[in-house]
């Protein structure tokens, strides 16, 4: 094997075989378990999660706060409010629910309203908490859309190809968003497993890039690696690269023009996503007043040899 490289930051020795160790959304295939959670790492997990999950979590955290309030107040009877009516217990419960949200948001339609101190006082409460609560929110949806990151679609096969007089490594990316990211760099690393007196030992190669950057990235980007005598590939048939357990670590980086930061962006195919003899269909062509048109669709589109 040639190029062999330092361990990336992965280990090299373990007792039992293990998972990939890139993800396909990107994150580190570990468990961090013994440590302490503080305020922060909620607020960056909040931030990382999808759009979806953040919504369902913020959803579900409003209505349990205005339930457990409305649970309070209907502790409190039906005396300590005024225009509180209902033909049972659900009803007024129910009704209840919807002066909690209206005292939360601080919309106070005032069909209901507390009499008392007692009651008047945990309603302010309630509206003290609910401005927060709608502060922490705003801030929290802020930070999700001014995070600068990089959303680029990677090609879901690395294809063996072939190149020139001999194979080649082939994957390829593309910018999936509307900002422009310009001056790429690209770092590919191979890891392969080795069984050694009952241990799995870690082996990474460095991967000599075609092009290792590119000034400017409007269209896609295919990263070859050409398979010669320096490549820690070369002379390896498939059944032999399926055996090894291989994974190509892949790291991107470029500058965003929109956030004016670097961004990054991780992936990697193992052993069981390459596809041998094929060749990567054209995924842009121009049309007939000029224009060049890109197909993000066609970024995954090969052809078999």
Not at 135 to 152: C, E, Q
Not at 276 to 293: Q, V
Request: glycine share 6%; hydrophobic share 45%.
């Amino acid at each position: 094997m040639h190029n062999k490289t330092s361990d990336p930051g992965f280990g090299s020795i373990f007792i039992n075989k293990t998972k990939r160790l890139i993800n396909k959304n990107g994150s580190f295939n570990v468990l961090r378990v013994g440590r302490r959670s503080n305020l922060r790492d909620t607020y960056q997990w909040l931030i990382k999660i999808t759009w979806a999950n953040f919504f369902l979590i913020i959803f579900s955290i409003l209505l349990v706060i205005n339930v457990v309030f409305a649970g309070i107040y209907f502790a409190f009877g039906v005396g300590h409010f005024n225009g509180l009516v209902g033909p049972d217990d659900t009803a007024i419960f129910l009704n209840l629910v919807h002066f909690s949200f209206q005292t939360f948001t601080t919309v106070g339609y005032g069909h209901i309203a507390p009499l008392g101190h007692a009651v008047s006082i945990l309603a302010a409460i309630e509206a003290v908490i609910g401005l927060m609560t709608f502060a922490l929110i705003t801030g929290l949806i802020y930070g999700r859309f001014s995070r600068p990151s990089a959303k680029l679609e990677y090609s879901k096969n690395a294809l063996i190809s072939p190149y020139r007089d001999g194979n080649s490594l082939q994957f390829r990316i593309a910018n999936t968003r509307l900002s422009m990211l310009m001056e790429m760099q690209a770092t590919v690393t191979l890891q392969i497993n080795e069984e050694k007196e009952g241990q799995y030992v870690r082996n990474y190669y460095k991967l000599d890039l075609e092009r290792s950057s590119i000034t400017f990235f409007p269209l896609n980007w295919t990263l070859v690696h050409p398979i010669n005598e320096k490549s820690p590939l070369y002379q390896l048939n498939e059944a032999e690269l399926v055996k090894s357990d291989l994974e190509v670590l892949i790291l991107i980086k470029g500058f965003d023009d929109t956030f004016g930061q670097v961004v990054h962006s991780r992936y990697s195919y193992t052993s069981d996503e390459l596809v041998w003899n094929a060749s990567f269909k054209k995924a842009f062509h121009t049309d007939t007043s000029g224009d060049i048109i890109l197909n993000i669709n066609e970024l995954h589109t090969i052809v078999k040899h």
